[in-house]
């Protein structure tokens, strides 16, 4: 029997198959139980080929625990990128990422105009502004002022906040 489940170890070991494992579990659980009421009956040789057949079924069965766990935490890894790349397409991110650091958040502008209280782009509250204030102003809002000709964009040193 000991040859007949180091057989199905190899071929699960180097055929990855995992049909055999929990077939394979069992005969060797039903081997050491055998072999370990038999010990106590043997002597000499035989005692000692005993032991050692029952700390090898014993790699064996660690052997095929570490197996099965590997396929696991792969399987896992596996669905976790796949669910990773169906939340969020690789390009898309990037593409986002790059748009995000290339393009400025805020501008500095110098009103033409009195410019009551706002509430920016970004969800917080701006102003009120008398006419000639130099502010900072998140694009949107500021790209809206100077369209009404309410602003202009103030390049300092001829570079603005993002440049």
Not at 61 to 82: F, G, P
């Amino acid at each position: 029997m000991y040859d007949e489940i180091y057989k199905s170890w190899l071929k699960i070991k180097s055929k990855h198959d995992d049909s055999e494992v929990n077939k394979v579990r069992i005969k060797i659980l039903e081997y050491l139980n055998q072999l370990q009421n038999t010990l106590n009956s043997k002597s000499g040789i035989l005692r000692k080929i005993c032991e050692l057949k029952i700390a090898n079924l014993k790699l064996i069965i660690d052997s095929l625990e570490e197996y099965s766990n590997n396929k696991i935490v792969t399987a896992a890894a596996t669905s976790i990128e796949k669910e990773e790349a169906e939340i969020k397409p690789q390009g898309v991110e990037r593409e986002g990422i790059e748009k995000e650091r290339s393009e400025p958040k805020y501008l500095i502008i110098r009103l033409l105009q009195s410019i009551p209280a706002i509430v920016g782009s970004d969800l917080e509250n701006y102003g009120p502004f008398n006419a000639e204030d130099i502010v900072t102003l998140p694009v949107k809002n500021a790209h809206a002022l100077i369209k009404r000709n309410a602003a202009v964009e103030i390049n300092w040193g001829g570079r603005n906040e993002n440049g």
